[in-house]
């Protein structure tokens, strides 16, 4: 993440106290990631990650931190979060919210293979399996009411074609949102951002995932579909690797048997997955906000998965 409130380790020194955590021994801020402003701290306990909050709320932040815990506590290798000593897992800190949490072994698998993809398959099953008991509920903050939004916010921005496949691509989601099979779709709490950048590999086995900050009650589907289209494709062209997706798709089955309607809804998701983060990227490019180490990510890299899986369409769920 990109760091927009700069914190030092004399910020630190009384603050952590209400943690049991020790002194803090060092911080060092993290240049990757584009919505907190993340730190990795060192402590007389160990190693953990700082993160301010820069756009959600003391009242919207229950919801991921505590979905962190209860997946940490049914065996989903995520960050659990640090309670301090009243038991509060979101505090203050230069006036906005902040928690910590623990540090991740691993490192991330940028040049993913079917055994990955595979790894990444069975655990976002597991996790959407393991969140059906979660009792607090929040939209997913970046769905259909956000892309309504926000389309008009960045269509200035685009010439006339582009603009013409933003707002055919949204009346579209709109259109099968409203629909039969989407109603069918199964629902819960999902990460929604599972990107490459978000999960931690020693070798090859998945040793956690993290960046629950965009979660929210969405379709298991969709949650799918923002996966393997980041985690299944060649990067250069958008188009998807069908070894990749084959992978994924049969490994997260495997755990949770797809329905008629997830096969019926399968390429519409696909598409609102990538018209999802385009819309973001577009809405950043544009309307940047001021940060230090700040690397707005490319809109362009959405738009032609979204040409893509509007020409080409996309494997069946099971091969
Ligand atoms: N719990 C964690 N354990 C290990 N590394 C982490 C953890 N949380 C964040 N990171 C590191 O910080 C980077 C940025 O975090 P991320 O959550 O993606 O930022 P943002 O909130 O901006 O999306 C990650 O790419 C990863 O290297
Ligand atoms: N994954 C999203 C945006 C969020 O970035 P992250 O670094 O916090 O995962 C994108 O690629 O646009």
């Keep these: 993440m990109a760091v927009f409130t700069p914190v030092t380790l004399d910020d630190l020194s009384q603050w952590i106290k209400q943690f049991p955590l020790g002194k803090a021994l060092a911080l ?5 990631g584009i919505e907190n402003s993340n730190f990795f701290l060192t402590t007389e306990r160990g190693e953990y990650v700082l993160t301010i909050f820069e756009n959600l709320s003391f009242e919207q932040l229950p919801f991921y931190v505590q979905l962190m815990r209860h997946l940490a506590e049914r065996g989903i290798p995520v960050p659990a979060p640090v309670a301090n000593d009243a038991g509060e897992l979101v505090v203050a800190l ?4 902040a928690a910590i949490v623990s540090k991740l072994d691993g490192s991330s698998q940028m040049d993913p293979q079917p055994v990955h993809c595979a790894e990444v398959g069975t655990i976002l099953a597991k996790m959407h399996l393991a969140g059906r008991d979660f009792p607090l509920q929040q939209p997913n903050l970046r769905g259909l009411d956000w892309w309504v939004e926000t389309v008009p916010k960045v269509l200035p921005f685009l010439d006339a074609e582009t603009a013409a496949l933003l707002q055919s691509e949204l009346a579209f989601q709109r259109e099968f949102a409203a629909g039969p099979t989407y109603a069918e779709l199964e629902r819960g709490p999902v990460h929604a951002d599972l990107f490459r950048n978000n999960v931690m590999f020693v070798g090859e ?3 956690g995932c993290f960046d629950f900050y ?5 379709t298991w589907l969709f949650d799918l579909a923002v996966t393997v289209n980041d985690w299944c ?9 069908e070894a990749r997706v084959v992978a994924l ?3 997260y089955h495997a755990v949770r048997q797809f329905t008629a309607a997830d096969h019926a809804a399968w390429l519409p998701m696909l598409r609102a997955a990538a018209l999802r983060f385009w819309l ?5 490019y544009h309307r940047p906000r001021e940060a230090e ?6 809109p362009t890299h959405f738009e032609r998965v979204l040409r893509e899986r509007i020409a080409r369409g996309a494997p069946n769920l099971t091969a």
């Design 28 to 32: 060092k801020g993290i240049a990757s």
């Design 94 to 97: 230069h006036g906005k919210p």
């Design 205 to 207: 086995r998945l040793s």
């Design 214 to 218: 965009f979660a929210g009650w969405d």
């Design 233 to 241: 494709i060649d990067l250069d062209t958008g188009r998807l690797d």
């Design 249 to 251: 798709t049969r490994a």
């Design 280 to 284: 973001s990227r577009l809405y950043d």
């Design 293 to 298: 180490m700040l690397t707005p990510h490319d």
